[in-house]
């Protein structure tokens, strides 16, 4: 066991001017928090956070890592707060312990194989600094030393945990010999007996008559013979990477040719394949073993020859030959791209028999930055940056791309669960749906049968996965309302003018119609659901020579004025165009609500209604307050350019006139319309007085403007006593 005072001298030996009081003030401080506790194997507590500095040490990391290594156990099992650790220890040793509890707390049990990567992802991205991750390993790795005094059932979980997600995060960031550490312990707990047989067979195999040490000798003579100058050693592989080969590739202990890797290295590339060249001549090679990695590096940047020939003792075995470079982004792995550095003099021999020699890389550049953090957060994986790592309340991590919502995260539990959300709630708290999911928030999702996407929805999810199933949905749904729509309107306008349709009739006029895309009677429905087709139109087509609709008062209606210079081109109009609004996506059906009959000019707002699309209200109509605790149902939408120029179409709105009772009073309502260009759709006497008839008025047009001026001019006729726009709620 290491002691306090040891791990100073340690640490003092790389780095003279470390802050031995931090180390210190942290060390009594874990002491006195963590008082008589004890690990499972009855000895004293502190001994665990101790041996974690001491390997945060050997990787020669800097004392804030260190103290935060003795104090990392603090905040979870002791009665320190993360303001407290502040105030003795400053932010950067109080971040880093926050962040190793954060990491612990995550629970792996009960997961599958596939998720196992995204619980990688998920820690890599939850360590916003490395060093947290660093410290993480550290405490796992002093964790499987010491695993025999655990109960069996939790020595399997932590060992499972160990070989699925930590081994392969540690070979990820570059600490292959801690990865191979962490998988040999696990192994052991996982399979003992497959491990204490390969032990004893290894341990047989290694007193066979130092075999090792006599191929070297052969090889280094057939070298110096040859003119070459190359460095020769054998090494045994780790136990987990053994057998994981004899499972993998179904093979017997004897049948293993690679228990021993022998490495040959080399000056130059081209000593490379001089050696192979030797190799082969002087050994018989075993075929379908070589590989050129040299002249086709793996995707990894890792470069080297390799091949298995019968050894001078009739022994097969497997040879690695590189240059000194290629080794060194062999070992160092991802590191050595960021990290890799020419290491100095004296420095050089020490520093390649350490497996963290990256890490020491890693502090020497440190050392020539001011702002450590800085360097540390250049460092920290850029990887994983697109994505964030959630879960649902089971504890099934969902990853998503950053940015999304908690409308993505129900698409991508399921496309039935996210087409069904009615609410969602962050590690219980509720929130809207367009909230932002962070890394490691539960989030919980709240369903209906009754609910459906809505357009909205467009609008707050950002994954192709919830966008392409809203699109979809709405797409079918929004055709299917149009045609309903369109059919209701056709209905009502034949009613209401006395004239008959059928589907058939309309069917065949269809292609006539002067709208573009239309084939058969759906088509012509959902136009008219769409606005871009109105009732009158269809009865032109339907009855050419019956030019005035029969009517129940006197008033001549009009067919709809073309206000477009060039005939033809006013029924072209593009979709939009033809809704008069901008911002509404092509195909949705849109109503101008009866309630405020908004004209273009006038302020407006989009409320989506479910299977209803959108309706159309002015900013001020008073209906709107009922929806305003659903601002996901706001469209903001924008009249177009043609519409407030009043040449779009033309929008119903409904007038009250008080008119004296005059027998040509009607007649001059009448022609004033009809001089402004409006016109009358139709006409219901609400009130007949003494004096004064009261009478309602649905007209035809374009803009606000277009209204004003028709007002004006209408209440400066003698017989017109007032006029107003009528609202639902006057
Ligand atoms: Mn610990």
Redesign the pocket.
Known sequence: MVRQYELIEQVRKYNPKADVGLLNRAYVYSMKAHGDQRRASGEAYLI??LA?AEILADMRLDEASLAAGLL??TLEDTLASYDELLKLFGKEVADLCEGVTKL?KISFEDKSVEQAENFRKLLLAMSQDIRVLLIKLA?RL??MRTIEAKKPESQKKTAKETMEIYAPLADRIGLHALKAELEDRAFKVLEPEEHANLSAKMEEWRTQDNLVGRVVGVLKDEFKKAGIKAEVNGREKAFYSIYSKMVRKSLAFDQLTDIVAYRVMVDSKRDCYEVLGLLHDRFKAIPGRFKDYISAPKPNGYQSLHTSVVGPFGNRMEVQIRTGEMHDVAENGVAAHWLYKPAKGGEAEQSKASPYRWLRGMLEQMQGVDDPKEFYENAKMELFSDNVYAFTPKGDLIALPRGATVLDFAFAVHSNVGMRTVSAKINGAVVPLRRQVDNGDMVEIVTSSNQTPNPGWREIVVSNRAKSAINRYLRTQERDEQVRLGREILDKASRRDGWHWDVKQVAHVAPKLPVQNIKDADDVFAALGQGRLFPRQIFDVLYPQDKTLPLDETIDIKAPKNKKKKGEESQNLSGDEAVGLEGIMGGMAVHFAKCCSPLPGEDVVGIISTGRGISVHMKTCKNLEQFADQPDRWLPVKWSKTALEGEARAFVCRLRFHLANDPGALASVASTVANLDANIVEIFTEHRGVDSTTVRCEIEIRTKDHLNRLITNLTALKQVLRVEKIYAWN
């Open positions: 665990h956070p974690v990392h156990d612990s405490d002093h964790n």
